[in-house]
């Protein structure tokens, strides 16, 4: 597979996303792009809808997930799992699990903002979220701009959200052999998503890469919507010390909530092996 303009990472309704899987694939075949993988929150049920879709306008599309997995000392990781069998018992099943402490997470999350002066927050998130097996800080965030303590959901995370801040609540997502073993059952790859953006020291940030690349990770975000130019040479360096294959990824979560739009991405470093490479 040579993609022109692939996009293997973004966000629908079915997780934290503003569009419906069927509305991105519109934009993305708007936005020119040829290979695209919806990659929700733990969830893989905008699948169906997002695959009908683009057969229907002659769009390649993949699977994909993003899983949240804790690591080392309660830090999250996202890693992105693409072109897998969406049917796999183990992978529905784990992702399932994963799931199914948001809800609880969420109600922690609300106690918490409420002693901070910020109350009805877990329905106004609910409301946001639809599905209380999907509440995300991200739905936390626009229920606080709603209310308009903040002017955009960057300043909420800035405030509240983000670790060490008064909304924010530990929580025990994947353990990180597990996210992989879901991935690798299913017949996917694994990708490290946006290596830039986690605080991880630079020691911490190898160790990452390193007991990913131990259980079989294969690849990497070099290119996405969450780094800039400096962070896309420190991990194409990565890439070629690591041998992991390369993937370009917007991050996209919805008009006017995402830096990038979907496909707007440069390319890919010349030497690097994409991560399509070998895909029918
Ligand atoms: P959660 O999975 O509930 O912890 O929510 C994580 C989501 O919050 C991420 O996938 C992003 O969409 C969003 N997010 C995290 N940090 C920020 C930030 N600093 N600014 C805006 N959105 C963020
Ligand atoms: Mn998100
Ligand atoms: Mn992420
Ligand atoms: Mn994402």
Redesign the pocket.
């Known amino acids: 597979m040579n993609p022109s303009n692939a996009d293997l990472h973004c966000?629908s309704t079915v997780?934290?996303g503003l569009l419906a899987p069927a509305a991105l694939i519109e934009r993305a075949q708007a936005n020119g792009i040829d290979l695209l993988a919806l990659t929700d929150?733990?969830e893989i049920s905008g699948l169906d809808e997002a695959l009908q879709a683009a057969a229907a306008v002659g769009l390649r599309c993949v699977t994909g997930v993003?899983i949240?997995v804790s690591w080392g000392d309660d830090q999250?990781a996202?890693i992105v799992g693409l072109n897998f069998d969406h049917r796999h018992p183990a992978l529905v099943a784990g992702l399932a699990r994963v799931r199914s402490g948001?809800d609880a997470?969420a109600g922690r999350m609300s106690d918490e903002l409420a002693k901070v002066g910020i109350d009805g927050a877990y329905g106004g998130a609910l409301k946001y979220a639809g599905n209380p097996a999907l509440?995300?800080?991200?739905h936390f965030?626009r229920y606080i701009v709603e209310r308009g303590f903040a002017p955009d959901?960057?300043t909420?995370?800035?405030y509240w959200?983000?670790k060490g801040k008064p909304g924010y609540v530990s929580?025990p997502w994947a353990e990180l052999h597990e996210a992989l073993g879901w991935i690798h059952a299913a017949g996917g790859v694994a990708v490290i998503a946006h290596p830039g953006?986690y605080r991880l020291t630079s020691v911490e940030r190898r160790q990452l890469f390193v007991a990913f690349k131990e259980l079989g990770g294969q690849g990497i975000e070099v290119i996405s919507g969450a780094q800039n130019e400096s962070e896309m040479r420190e991990f194409a360096a990565i890439a070629r010390e690591f041998g992991f294959l390369a993937s370009r990824a917007s991050?996209f979560?919805g008009p006017g909530?995402s830096h990038v739009d979907l496909g707007h991405l440069v390319a890919l470093p010349h030497d690097l092996k994409p991560v399509w490479e070998g895909w029918q």
């Open positions: 966000h997780s934290d929150h733990d993003e949240s999250t996202h948001r997470r509440i995300s800080r991200s965030a959901v960057k909420v995370f800035d959200l983000a929580h953006r991050d979560h909530e």
